[in-house]
């Protein structure tokens, strides 16, 4: 899997200058703005060759993990060809490569400086099946637990968890509802694969 904390890191940020319609995004600009945000994370100055962003490209174009980002080059200047594309929309259907981001976290975690990683962890392994260290493990044994807040503010950790618990609550409800039995629907369920996750849950704690 062509993936580690730097790429996700400039995955997000290629993401965020291809949405960006007021920039003009050449190499040069993609180069910078990756470097930027890899050495905001280090806390010292890093720099990010243009063969690796080069290589990100091709990643986020293909469907190695499922992005198939519409991304057109013109005159120098990458875009995407799709305004309202976003590689954070995009559903993670591969069971296998949600185990291999599960086990990334849990490797790198504690050099990894985000409250919201055990949450997106734990949260993971509710779908994979995988075991977790212990560590990890939840003291209640459903991470669909309704939690009653008090009117103080919540912490960003807290709404984190609890965007994940209805995005899961919801994929869950999918599976129980009852499917149409007709000819049309029965194909579409064999050439569809079901939603797993969503990169937005992923990218979100970077």
């Given at each position: 899997?062509?993936v580690?904390?730097?790429?996700f ?5 290629i993401?965020?200058?291809l949405k960006?319609q007021f920039v ?5 600009y ?13 806390g010292?100055?890093?720099s ?12 986020l174009?293909s469907d190695i ?5 519409p ?5 120098r ?7 309202d594309?976003?590689i ?10 949600l ?5 990334l976290?849990?490797?790198?975690f ?8 055990k ?10 099946g995988?075991?977790?260290?212990e560590?990890?493990?939840p003291?209640d044994?459903?991470i669909f637990?309704t939690k ?10 807290e709404?984190?968890?609890a965007k994940?618990?209805k995005y899961l609550?919801s994929?869950?409800d999918?599976?129980t509802k009852?499917k149409?039995k007709s000819l ?5 369920l ?6 797993l996750?969503?990169w ?7």
């Amino acid at each position: 899997m062509p993936v580690n904390l730097n790429a996700f890191i400039r995955y997000k940020t290629i993401d965020s200058c291809l949405k960006n319609q007021f920039v003009t995004c050449d190499i040069e600009y993609l180069i910078r703005k990756c470097s930027e945000a890899i050495s905001n994370k280090a806390g010292e100055i890093r720099s990010v060759s243009e063969r690796t962003v080069r290589n990100d490209i091709k990643v986020l174009r293909s469907d190695i993990l499922g992005f198939n980002a519409p991304i057109v080059c013109i005159d120098r200047v990458y875009k995407y060809s799709e305004s309202d594309y976003s590689i954070f929309n995009t559903p993670i259907i591969d069971k296998e490569l949600l185990v291999e981001i599960q086990n990334l976290l849990i490797e790198e975690f504690d050099r990894i400086n985000s409250a919201k990683v055990k949450t997106l962890i734990v949260s993971l392994a509710s779908v994979t099946g995988e075991k977790l260290p212990e560590k990890f493990t939840p003291k209640d044994s459903s991470i669909f637990e309704t939690k009653i807040f008090t009117s103080s503010q919540l912490s960003a950790e807290e709404i984190y968890q609890a965007k994940i618990n209805k995005y899961l609550k919801s994929l869950q409800d999918n599976k129980t509802k009852p499917k149409k039995k007709s000819l049309a629907s029965y194909f579409k369920l064999r050439s569809s694969s079901p939603e797993l996750f969503k990169w937005d849950l992923v990218f979100e704690f970077i």
